[in-house]
């Protein structure tokens, strides 16, 4: 299997199903993220640099809705500890084949790399084991919002003294004016990296009612009432947001 053009949504369709992380999807993934999430290759490295500010020996590191392993693999490059692994997640079948064959290739030929498991499951019935870092990135916005609080509690709970959350997410404005704004902006980085307005319109129609994204004042509340004493937007592009939450 090889990566190809992001052309999904080219060709007009009768009706258009929702979105779903199928093999179509992971076919053409790492083009769709990068032409659709302005700043996504540098939160995914800096994620890894963050990582190795907050690691810790003898903690398991997260990578929750994992996709292809980008965020694993950032994480392993930067991360030297002893006793350290990552558990990369996600509950696409697809997504996990894929980026199981990613690691296997790597592992062969770069034997000291951090270690790297990865799994097919669920965080809605994730048990998680003492962490010192979890990088949660672009996947709660398609946890439903009821559900989203008692995952993170069980984050903070599981998170060890002196470790970090990294959660990135596409945010949603209170001021009308402001999400206006940087909706049409992100409208106009999508239509220079090449999607014509058809592709973007299905897109949208096809992902709005399994994507919801939130206010970042809903996602400080939240996380402060999951028990994270402090939470901070280290990087923005547009209507993307990357925040770091200290237990």
Not at 102 to 107: C, D, E, G, P, V
Not at 227 to 240: A, D
Request: with cysteine; charged share 20%.
């Amino acid at each position: 299997m090889t990566d190809q053009p992001d052309r999904l949504f080219s060709a007009p369709l009768a009706q258009v199903p929702d979105f779903v992380f199928n093999e179509d999807v992971v076919r053409v993934f790492p083009d769709m993220i990068k032409r659709s999430v302005p700043g996504y290759p540098t939160i995914v490295e800096n994620t890894g640099v963050l990582a190795a500010q907050f690691a810790q020996p003898h903690t398991l590191l997260y990578d929750l809705g994992c996709s292809l392993g980008a965020v694993s693999q950032a994480m392993r490059r930067h991360v030297d500890q002893p006793d350290c692994s990552v558990l990369a997640i996600d509950n696409s079948a697809a997504m996990v084949e894929r980026c199981r064959e990613y690691f296997s290739a790597q592992n062969a030929m770069f034997q000291e790399l951090l270690p790297v498991n990865v799994l097919e499951a669920d965080l809605l019935e994730l048990e998680f084991q003492p962490t010192s870092f979890v990088a949660f990135n672009f996947t709660l916005q398609f946890i439903a919002p009821a559900q989203r609080l008692a995952l993170l509690k069980r984050i903070r709970q599981a998170m060890v003294p002196n470790g970090a959350m990294i959660l990135s997410e596409k945010l949603r404005f209170e001021d009308p004016k402001q999400h206006q704004l940087l909706y049409d902006l992100h409208l106009s980085f999508k239509r220079a990296n090449g999607y014509s307005d058809l592709e973007i319109a299905q897109k949208r129609r096809a992902i709005e009612n399994v994507m919801l994204p939130d206010s970042f004042e809903t996602h400080k509340a939240r996380l402060l009432e999951a028990g994270f004493r402090e939470v901070t937007i280290w990087f923005q592009c547009l209507n993307f947001a990357s925040m770091i939450a200290l237990p």
